[in-house]
């Protein structure tokens, strides 16, 4: 069994010189990277010569670590490899040695995996992240979307008209959606948002012609809103006229406080 102790024992300080040369490695070159990144580099592009200093001394340090190892264990190997009495002790301890490096080696294999699928699983929610915001921040209808949503998706967002209404302040988004109806939204308490809408005109801004009147409007269900208290006012007339679809812009007046304002058309 003496025999064995010396091959064994060399074999376990180059697996160990392995372990501690690629840890070193790794170590001294994400410590230097990080020192160029954050007092000297930053986000900024990093000239080459900055990675060869990197990956020389990290790949210095690495080879040392390896190379002490190995003569370490040769050393042990030839000290223990004389010895008679203790022989079986050195053979167990170098057996231990041996198993613990290979639970080492498949735990940083499982560990690299596991960080592998959590690096990638972080970036595919930040890509969907990323895809959300551009769909959301669309000026353009999604499939399916409804013009409520798609009116508090998109166009609430748009700069508001205040006007005071009998002392109280509202805020009315200046942009009508035209689809079966005419729809657009008031800030304002919703005793009043109804009030508006019984009172409100609407007028098609045409260079020729008779300019239609839209007077008939209704306050959706205080339940349909955008946020705490932005409610909608739609038409009632299902069939619109047809230069609606072509105009861009139409004229609403509310008769009681004197005030006309224009609409930009929203399709």
């Not at 560990?111 to 592998?116: F, I, L, N, S, V």
């Not at 946020?227 to 009681?256: C, K, Q, W």
Request: with cysteine; net charge positive.
């Amino acid at each position: 069994m003496s025999k064995l102790i010396r091959p064994l024992y060399i074999v376990i300080s180059i697996i160990w010189g392995s372990i501690l040369g690629a840890l070193s490695f790794q170590v001294i070159g994400s410590g230097i990277a990080g020192v160029f990144w954050v007092f000297i580099f930053g986000d900024n592009a990093w000239p080459s010569w900055a990675w060869i200093i990197v990956y020389t001394v990290a790949g210095l340090v690495g080879v040392v670590s390896f190379c002490a190892c190995v003569f370490t264990g040769w050393w042990y190997s030839r000290k223990v490899s004389g010895k008679g009495a203790g022989a079986k002790t050195d053979y167990r301890n170098g057996i231990f040695l041996l198993v613990l490096s290979l639970i080492v080696i498949f735990g940083y294999v499982a560990y690299d995996r596991y960080q592998d699928n959590k690096n990638a699983l972080l970036h595919q929610q930040i890509l969907e992240a990323a895809k959300k915001r551009e769909d959301d921040s669309s000026p353009y209808r999604k499939t399916g979307e409804s013009d409520i949503d798609y009116y508090c998706r998109v166009i609430r967002k748009r700069p508001k008209m205040e006007l005071l209404y009998h002392g109280y302040r509202i805020k009315i988004v200046p942009e009508i959606l035209v689809g079966n109806h005419l729809l657009f939204a008031i800030s304002a308490p919703y005793d009043l948002v109804k009030e508006i809408a019984s009172e409100i005109v609407v007028r098609e801004e045409i260079i020729k012609g008779n300019k239609k009147l839209v007077t008939e409007f209704i306050a959706l269900p205080d339940n349909v809103r955008c946020g705490n208290a932005m409610y909608f006012i739609s038409s009632i007339e299902n069939n619109l006229a047809s230069s609606l679809v072509y105009t861009n812009r139409v004229h609403g007046d509310i008769p009681s406080i004197s005030v006309g304002f224009t609409f930009n058309v929203r399709h």
